[in-house]
């Protein structure tokens, strides 16, 4: 047998089975969020648009900075919000890979096509959604906040293996 599974011989770490179901039920939760977000009909999603705008409108003003919450606009919060939850995604999807294998960066595609496959259904589940359209243009932008998130993950783990490996050392 391959010393990449584990055989009934052998037992998984607690902690290793932990970051699975924690990683896992981050991940489904955050699919679920973003399905649920498509699902929603086209006024309950245009309130809740606005209910962010205003809150960052609000936030740039505070900070000093009112000509740029002037500009903030509907159609920016709601291309942030796609591009922030495939980040999201594809951050959770990269985790998940690396506690399922230890060859984690050889395997990016499948995290990359999980994010596509999801934006795809995502853009799907609009059509059928009441005042809603697809568009494709949001699956391109989705896909890159997956891609985003992916190299942000692998940079966290880089940084987090340069850490554990000078801690070991010293």
């Known amino acids: 047998m391959s010393g990449e599974y584990n055989s009934s011989a052998q037992r998984t770490s607690p902690w290793v ?3 699975r179901v ?3 039920l981050a991940l489904i939760g ?3 969020f973003i399905f649920s977000n498509s699902m929603k009909i086209a006024s309950v999603s245009t309130v809740s648009s606005s ?3 205003t809150l960052l409108q609000a936030a740039l003003r505070r900070l000093g900075h009112p000509a740029l919450a002037q ?3 509907d159609h920016i919060v709601r291309k942030l919000a796609h591009f922030c939850e495939y980040m999201l995604e594809g951050f959770l999807l990269m985790l998940c890979m690396r506690v399922y294998t230890r060859q ?3 395997h990016i595609s499948v995290p990359m096509l999980g994010g596509v496959l999801t934006a795809l259904t995502d853009e799907t589940i609009q059509i059928f959604s009441p005042g809603r359209s697809s568009q494709v243009t949001d699956v391109w932008l989705d896909s890159a906040g997956v891609l985003a ?3 942000t993950a692998l940079v966290l783990m880089a940084l987090c293996r340069l850490l554990f490996n000078h801690r070991n050392k010293e």
């Open 104 to 106: 984690y960066v050889w």
């Open 51 to 53: 209910r962010v705008l």
């Open 22 to 24: 924690i990683f896992t």
């Open 17 to 19: 089975t932990a970051g």
């Open 30 to 32: 955050c699919i679920a």
């Open 149 to 151: 998130g992916i190299l």
């Open 71 to 73: 500009r903030l606009t």
